[in-house]
């Protein structure tokens, strides 16, 4: 679903990501770890496409992200459901129009949008909230609204950069049992994270990056 094959990526003459080779099945659930600064944001935001790579392949959900063109990126978007690490949450909108913006740059019917819509806040237990503006809500709640909206187009794959920051660790399971049940839906799911109690014990496959380098790969 996921494929790097030889991906190299520096910023001005600081190389952040050298050669980077690595595969992730569909319906899998991985995870990318490392130290801050290491390159993990970005590493994701080559997958959909904020980056580009100067050397290597990449290829998302089918396609070859060296051929893509500008056009095709908001299709590969659809695809890609993004959990940005500073959220990106509009303050003057609801609860249900940050949901459901993802959806009207698909000119989808209102009818439908506000069935998708209703469906996910109910499965992120936000329904109640709709319609109050994310300054009123807690950080938990607000990390739900942004699971929201990354899952409300049915992506086939869902990317979150440090979803958990800075939940305490009851609200921090809560936000991982969400990402479980997406992926046990059949969703691929790639986690960046330098908190390793995420991971720890869940039998998933984790990367390692270190000095630019994919530095071990092992189930944990
Ligand atoms: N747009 C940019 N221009 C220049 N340098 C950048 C840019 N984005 C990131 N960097 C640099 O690239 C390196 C990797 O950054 P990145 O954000 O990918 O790390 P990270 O592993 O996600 O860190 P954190 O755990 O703190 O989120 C850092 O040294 C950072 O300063
Ligand atoms: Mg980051």
Not at 185 to 213: E, P
């Amino acid at each position: 679903m996921i494929r790097f094959t030889n991906v190299s990526k520096s910023y001005d003459s600081d190389i952040v990501l050298k050669d980077i080779s690595l595969s992730i099945e569909k319906g899998e659930f991985a995870f990318l770890t490392g130290p801050s600064g290491v390159g993990k944001t970005t590493l994701l935001k080559l997958v959909y496409c904020a980056e580009r790579p100067d050397e290597g392949e990449i290829v998302v959900a089918g396609w070859d992200l060296k051929k893509i063109k500008p056009g095709t990126i908001p299709f590969l978007r659809r695809n890609v459901g993004i959990v940005f690490q500073d959220f990106r949450l509009l303050m003057n909108k609801t609860v249900f129009d940050n949901v459901a913006l993802a959806l009207r740059i698909h000119d989808m019917h209102p009818q439908e949008i506000k069935q998708y819509v209703g469906d996910v806040l109910k499965e992120v237990k936000l329904k109640h909230k709709e319609n109050i503006f994310p300054q009123h809500l807690s950080g938990g709640e607000q990390q739900r609204v942004v699971i929201a909206r990354a899952m409300v187009a049915k992506p086939t794959v869902l990317l979150a950069d440090e979803p958990t920051g800075n939940l305490d660790a009851e609200t921090s399971g809560a936000i991982m049992k969400l990402f479980r049940g997406i992926n046990a839906k059949g969703t691929t799911v790639l986690i960046a994270t330098h908190n390793d109690s995420l991971f720890h014990g869940m039998g998933r496959r984790v990367f390692y990056l270190k000095d630019a380098r994919i530095e071990k790969e092992r189930i944990e």
